[in-house]
Nanobody
Framework: QVQLVESGGGLVQAGGSLRLSCAVS????????MGWFRQAPGKEREFVAY????????DYSDSVSGRFTISRDDAKNTLFLQMNSLKPEDTAVYYC??????????????WGQGTQVTVSS
């Protein structure tokens, strides 16, 4: 059984920082990438960042590039998203995901339950 559990969300003022974590348990066979997505009220779930499991290569959406950093621990059991210089536009539920794809939510077949990030102006 595969389980992804996000944590670290909360309320922060604009310009502040948060670090999200995603604890991974169960089988990881066939996972090529892990990523972070977010979904704000009234909007579709959107790509934030991914990391390739085999080589650690990362990519980011234009909206977060330069502010967010995705990383993993040495045991490949935890995924992180360091979020700096947060903006009110970053307010959303953030989801951890695992799969074989890249930028589309359809490319990921395992998902966490999400953690709320709220950035006040």
């Amino acid at each position: 059984q595969v389980q992804l559990v996000e944590s670290g969300g909360g309320l922060v003022q604009a310009g502040g920082s948060l670090r999200l974590s995603c604890a991974v348990s169960g089988r990881t066979l066939g996972w090529y990438r892990m990523g972070w997505f977010r979904q704000a009220p009234g909007k579709e779930r959107e790509f934030v960042a991914y990391i390739r499991w085999i080589n650690g290569r990362t990519d980011y959406s234009d909206s977060v590039s330069g502010r967010f950093t995705i990383s993993r621990d040495d045991a490949k059991n935890t995924l992180f998203l360091q979020m700096n210089s947060l903006k009110p536009e970053d307010t959303a539920v953030y989801y951890c995901a695992a799969g074989v794809g890249g930028y589309s939510s359809q490319d990921y077949n395992y998902w966490g339950q999400g953690t709320q990030v709220t950035v006040s102006s």
